[in-house]
C-alpha cells in the first residue's frame, strides 16, 4: 500500500498549491492534516523492521503507528476547524476528514 499512500499525498500536495494559488490559503492548510496517515504509514513501513519494541512483530507496530497517526490527525482536525467561522462548517470539516483518516486507517490496518 505504500505506491498508494504516495498517490494520497501528491494528490493532497496538488489540491494544496491549488487553493494556495487561488488565494484560499485557510483551505490548503486546512487540508494538510490529511496527509499524516498515508505518511506514516510510509515511514512506518521503511523502518518498522528495525525497531524493536518488546516483542511486537512487524504487522503489530505497522499498526500501532498508524493508529497513532489517526489520533495524531483528528487531533489536527479539531484544531485547524477553528480556521472556519461558522460552526456548521466546523463540524462538517471534522467529521467529513475525520471519516475519511478513520476509513483510511482501517484499510490500510486490513491489508
Same mark, same amino acid.
Given at each position: 500500500m505504500v505506491i498508494e499512500c504516495i498517490a494520497i499525498i501528491l494528490v493532497v500536495l496538488i489540491l494544496t498549491v491549488i487553493?494556495?494559488?487561488?488565494?484560499k490559503k485557510t483551505h490548503a492548510i486546512a487540508i494538510t492534516p490529511l496527509i499524516i !496517515?498515508?505518511?506514516?504509514?510510509?515511514?512506518?513501513? $521503511?523502518?518498522?523492521?528495525?525497531?524493536? @519494541?518488546?516483542? =511486537? +512483530?512487524?504487522?503489530? !507496530?505497522?499498526?500501532?503507528?498508524?493508529?497513532?497517526? $489517526?489520533?495524531?490527525?483528528?487531533?489536527? @482536525?479539531?484544531? =485547524? +476547524?477553528?480556521l472556519f467561522d461558522e460552526k456548521r462548517h466546523r463540524k462538517i470539516y471534522i467529521i467529513t476528514c475525520g471519516l475519511y483518516s478513520l476509513l483510511l486507517t482501517a484499510i490500510l490496518i486490513i491489508r
Open positions: 487553493f494556495m494559488r487561488r488565494d !496517515v498515508p505518511l506514516v504509514h510510509i515511514i512506518a513501513n $521503511l523502518t518498522a523492521e528495525y525497531l524493536d @519494541f518488546f516483542t =511486537l +512483530s512487524v504487522d503489530d !507496530v505497522n499498526t500501532l503507528f498508524t493508529v497513532l497517526s $489517526l489520533v495524531i490527525s483528528c487531533v489536527a @482536525f479539531g484544531v =485547524l +476547524s477553528n
